[in-house]
């Protein structure tokens, strides 16, 4: 559009029309550009329509109004390509690979040791999985990178957890009280063999350790620091519990992961701990080249442009007065070893928008160091808050924050009533099945079709509602789809068969032709949700499919419709439910169903 005008500084602003009578898009780039050279836009517009060469596409463009410019497609074009996306073996929906992949590490979910997953980490998890579906489904190399929290100040207080527990075994165990004098070794060895804590308890021991610390005891608090340090220098006893504790807490993560239907494995794991050794050379080297300075005994980078309220600059601490080591150097080294050891291309960081200050100034840092090219894009992908009834941070009656875990258990047990409700009859696995699928689809769903940027009210009600853009509506629609297939057998069409050798269709009526033209779009909404990395862009299209889906069937009859209209009829059919499992379960990572 631009290079029809003869142009390339200007943008061509193609957009979807608000109003099929001005077509399916208008360009509407003609105004700015002739208001910028002077001109009158009409002419301009008609010298774009006259250099356009997109007849294969469109009808004649229009000229409306002062130079907006209105495109149709032909049906020829529609019906091609849905010939084409019938005909691709890939099953890519007609959906291309990137001329150029690149190299993009995802850092997302990452929880911390010795904590059960909350709600918190819920919106980083499913939001970053879909980020690397959708890349990786557009052609690029994605690296996973799930950067938990497992080393700094906190692990002297994991490391006393588990030595309290393997206390907690030995004082009613004379075998590992003698060892407990004569070998402590062995007595590490031996009662770790025996302790079998799961993560809630590994937590609440935590929490007490953490409790006690608070309450200040000059001797507990040398104690910890001193199984701090321990585990900064490898001492053996401290290393083999924060290992401990470093699996416990993993092992649950693993299980929510596989609840969850997100991509992660263990082979994504590279947390804080991994770059232990590199911090000193990060501080070191900023030091060095005066990229930090020395300030109140800490180590700072001061990078341009932040300022605190009163006009000072703000620091971004990289080492404590006392010598200790931050996040934010954690957060460098990790820059340096996505872009010089995995070759990142770009690095994209989903957490919450709370740390929206801490990636500015990481990422000012890591620039002005040098550590990141001007090629290289850095992208905090940030979200809002899981929130209450009451508007406030979801939290439970006490007060504490939500556990991941209890919040899909629940989602599952309501579904079930969902499921009852629709499908009394089934046999009680398939019903079993069915309410996971759609419990957890309802939890991520709700999550996924939330503006990312903004806060929002989590309500099982309004999230496992079977009408609205709804994980059970999307599933729902799905379902319908499938039935009519299964219908299709009793009534001797063989779906297979009409489809296969199909050459020509048949898209007379309006719903047959919205519907048809909806469906080529797919790619789109997939671009600009990848674009922007905002998922809720897929779920909008899915959802307005379902719902040009509906209006279509209940327009046009599919199996009784006449031979010559029921193999296009069939075709929209069976495209809109890939098209549906596509979004739902390859991109968004939520199960579809046959029947519900
Ligand atoms: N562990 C942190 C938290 O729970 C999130 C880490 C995000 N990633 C990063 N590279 N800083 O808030």
Same mark, same amino acid.
């Given at each position: 559009?631009?290079?029809?005008?003869?142009?390339?500084?200007?943008?061509?602003?193609?957009?979807?029309?608000?109003?099929?009578?001005?077509?399916?898009?208008?360009? %509407?780039?003609?105004?700015?550009?002739?208001?910028?050279?002077?001109?009158?836009?009409?002419?301009?517009?008609?010298?774009?329509?006259?250099?356009l060469?997109?007849?294969?596409?469109?009808?004649?463009?229009?000229?409306?109004?002062?130079?907006?410019?209105?495109?149709?497609?032909?049906?020829?074009?529609?019906?091609?390509r849905?010939?084409?996306?019938?005909?691709?073996?890939?099953?890519?929906?007609?959906?291309?690979?990137?001329?150029?992949?690149?190299?993009?590490?995802?850092?997302?979910s990452?929880?911390?040791?010795?904590?059960?997953?909350?709600?918190?980490?819920?919106?980083?998890?499913?939001?970053g999985?879909?980020?690397?579906?959708?890349?990786?489904f557009?052609?690029?190399?994605?690296?996973?990178?799930?950067?938990?929290?497992?080393?700094?100040?906190?692990?002297? @207080?994991?490391?006393?957890?588990?030595?309290t527990?393997?206390?907690?075994?030995?004082?009613?165990?004379?075998?590992?009280?003698?060892?407990?004098?004569?070998?402590?070794?062995?007595?590490?060895?031996?009662?770790?063999?025996?302790?079998?804590?799961?993560?809630?308890?590994?937590?609440?021991?935590?929490?007490?350790?953490?409790?006690?610390?608070?309450?200040?005891?000059? !001797?507990?608090?040398?104690?910890?620091?001193?199984?701090?340090?321990?585990?900064?220098?490898?001492?053996?006893?401290?290393?083999?519990?924060?290992?401990?504790?470093?699996?416990?807490?993993?092992?649950?993560?693993?299980? @929510?992961?596989?609840?969850?239907?997100?991509?992660?494995t263990?082979?994504?794991?590279?947390?804080?701990?991994?770059?232990?050794?590199?911090?000193?050379?990060?501080? !070191?080297?900023?030091?060095?080249?005066?990229?930090a300075?020395?300030?109140?005994?800490?180590?700072?980078?001061?990078?341009?442009?932040?300022?605190?309220?009163?006009?000072?600059?703000?620091?971004?601490?990289?080492?404590?007065?006392?010598?200790?080591?931050?996040?934010?150097?954690?957060?460098?080294?990790?820059?340096?070893?996505?872009?010089?050891?995995?070759?990142?291309? =770009?690095?994209?960081?989903?957490?919450?928008?709370?740390?929206k200050?801490?990636?500015?100034m990481?990422?000012?840092?890591?620039?002005?160091?040098?550590?990141?090219?001007?090629?290289?894009?850095?992208?905090?992908?940030?979200?809002?808050?899981?929130?209450?009834?009451?508007?406030?941070?979801?939290?439970?009656?006490?007060?504490?924050?939500? =556990?991941?875990?209890?919040?899909?258990?629940?989602?599952?047990?309501?579904?079930?009533?969902?499921?009852?409700?629709?499908?009394?009859?089934?046999?009680?696995?398939?019903?079993?099945?069915?309410?996971?699928?759609?419990?957890?689809?309802?939890?991520?769903?709700?999550?996924?079709? %939330?503006?990312?940027?903004?806060?929002?009210?989590?309500s099982?009600?309004?999230m496992?509602?079977?009408?609205?853009?709804?994980?059970?509506?999307?599933?729902?629609?799905?379902?319908?789809?499938?039935?009519?297939?299964?219908k299709?057998?009793?009534?001797?069409?063989?779906?297979?068969?009409?489809?296969?050798?199909?050459?020509?269709?048949?898209?007379?009526?309006?719903?047959?032709?919205?519907?048809?033209?909806?469906?080529?779009?797919?790619?789109?909404?997939?671009?600009?949700?990848?674009?922007?990395?905002?998922?809720n862009?897929?779920?909008?299209?899915?959802?307005?499919?379902?719902?040009?889906?509906?209006?279509?069937?209940?327009?046009?009859?599919?199996?009784?419709?006449?031979?010559?209209k029921?193999?296009?009829?069939?075709?929209?059919?069976?495209?809109?439910?890939?098209?549906?499992?596509?979004?739902?379960?390859?991109?968004?990572?939520?199960?579809?169903?046959?029947? @519900?």
């Amino acid at each position: 559009m631009a290079a029809a005008a003869g142009r390339s500084d200007c943008a061509a602003i193609v957009r979807l029309s608000t109003d099929p009578k001005f077509g399916d898009y208008q360009a %509407n780039g003609v105004m700015a550009l002739a208001k910028k050279i002077k001109t009158n836009p009409r002419k301009l517009a008609e010298q774009v329509v006259s250099n356009l060469d997109i007849a294969d596409i469109c009808e004649p463009p229009e000229i409306a109004g002062p130079g907006f410019i209105n495109l149709r497609l032909k049906s020829d074009f529609i019906t091609g390509r849905l010939l084409q996306i019938n005909a691709d073996v890939e099953n890519r929906l007609g959906i291309e690979k990137e001329a150029q992949p690149r190299t993009i590490v995802v850092d997302f979910s990452c929880p911390n040791i010795a904590k059960q997953m909350h709600v918190g980490h819920l919106r980083s998890t499913v939001i970053g999985d879909c980020i690397c579906r959708m890349l990786e489904f557009l052609g690029h190399n994605v690296i996973r990178q799930n950067h938990i929290g497992d080393w700094g100040l906190q692990m002297g @207080m994991v490391v006393q957890a588990i030595e309290t527990a393997c206390f907690n075994l030995t004082s009613n165990d004379k075998y590992l009280l003698s060892l407990l004098s004569e070998n402590p070794q062995k007595w590490e060895n031996e009662s770790l063999k025996r302790i079998d804590l799961n993560l809630e308890q590994l937590e609440s021991l935590y929490i007490k350790t953490n409790k006690a610390l608070e309450i200040g005891h000059p !001797d507990f608090e040398e104690r910890i620091r001193r199984l701090l340090v321990g585990l900064q220098h490898g001492e053996t006893g401290c290393l083999i519990f924060w290992s401990k504790a470093r699996d416990i807490t993993l092992k649950e993560c693993q299980r @929510m992961y596989n609840l969850l239907n997100v991509t992660l494995t263990g082979k994504d794991i590279r947390g804080e701990s991994f770059y232990k050794d590199d911090l000193h050379e990060v501080v !070191d080297k900023l030091l060095k080249s005066k990229i930090a300075e020395k300030s109140e005994g800490a180590v700072c980078v001061f990078p341009d442009g932040f300022k605190n309220k009163e006009g000072q600059r703000l620091p971004f601490i990289v080492q404590k007065s006392d010598s200790a080591y931050l996040y934010a150097t954690t957060d460098l080294a990790a820059i340096r070893y996505r872009i010089n050891e995995l070759k990142a291309d =770009k690095i994209v960081y989903v957490t919450d928008a709370r740390q929206k200050l801490h990636f500015e100034m990481l990422f000012a840092t890591a620039r002005m160091a040098k550590w990141v090219g001007d090629d290289i894009e850095l992208s905090h992908v940030m979200f809002g808050s899981v929130l209450g009834d009451d508007g406030a941070p979801l939290k439970t009656r006490s007060g504490e924050n939500v =556990k991941l875990k209890e919040l899909l258990d629940e989602a599952v047990e309501r579904a079930k009533a969902v499921v009852e409700e629709k499908n009394p009859n089934l046999p009680a696995d398939k019903k079993q099945k069915i309410a996971e699928a759609v419990g957890i689809g309802a939890v991520k769903y709700a999550d996924y079709s %939330n503006n990312r940027t903004s806060d929002y009210v989590f309500s099982f009600d309004k999230m496992l509602a079977m009408d609205g853009n709804t994980a059970p509506y999307m599933q729902y629609a799905y379902a319908r789809i499938k039935s009519i297939e299964r219908k299709a057998q009793t009534k001797d069409v063989d779906i297979a068969t009409e489809l296969a050798g199909l050459e020509r269709l048949d898209l007379t009526e309006l719903a047959e032709l919205e519907l048809a033209k909806y469906l080529i779009r797919y790619g789109e909404a997939i671009d600009a949700a990848v674009s922007d990395y905002r998922p809720n862009y897929l779920t909008a299209y899915l959802y307005e499919l379902a719902q040009k889906f509906s209006a279509f069937y209940t327009n046009c009859p599919v199996l009784d419709a006449g031979p010559d209209k029921r193999p296009t009829r069939l075709l929209l059919c069976d495209l809109t439910a890939r098209t549906i499992k596509h979004g739902l379960s390859e991109l968004l990572g939520i199960e579809v169903v046959e029947q @519900m």
